[in-house]
């Protein structure tokens, strides 16, 4: 039953905004971390942000997104919002939202450099496509 839904996704010149929705389903919202992560041709999949993310951290970016994209819940959509300002090339990726336990979870600060990220976020969305040119 547990469900998430990633869209918002586009083609925008770099200094641009995009804003990406994360509809979640099937699971009490308010118990669970939604993070969003990246994924860029050859490269790595990539943490950025999260939301609930652990049992004493609300909100975490990473810093190559740190003041330039704001996570936020709007908790009677069951929607996770990732707004995204003064965009560039190197943010071109899919991007993915998860949904995981929150109490399950440490840190963010510790989590998203580890291997056991993507496996530590059990429920994944389809993921939404962004392209910045330059």
């Known amino acids: 039953e547990v469900q998430l839904q990633a869209s918002g996704g586009g083609l925008v010149q770099a200094g641009g905004s995009l804003r990406l929705s994360c509809v979640a389903s099937?699971?009490?919202?308010?118990?669970?971390?939604i993070g969003w992560f990246r994924q860029a041709p050859g490269k790595e999949r990539e943490g950025i942000s999260c939301?609930?993310?652990?049992?004493?951290?609300?909100?975490y970016y990473v810093d190559s997104v740190k003041g330039r994209f704001t996570i936020s819940s709007d908790n009677a959509k069951n929607t996770v919002y990732l707004q995204m300002n003064s965009l560039k090339p190197e943010d071109t990726a899919v991007y993915y939202c998860?949904?995981?336990?929150?109490?399950?979870?440490?840190?963010?600060?510790?989590?998203?450099?580890?291997?056991?990220?993507?496996?530590?976020?059990?429920?994944w969305g389809q993921g939404t496509l962004v392209t910045v040119s330059s």
């Open positions: 998860a949904a995981a336990e929150r109490r399950s979870l440490p840190t963010p600060r510790l989590l998203f450099k580890a291997p056991s990220m993507t496996r530590r976020y059990p429920y």
């Open positions: 099937g699971f009490t919202f308010d118990d669970y971390a």
């Open positions: 939301i609930r993310c652990s049992n004493d951290v609300d909100t």
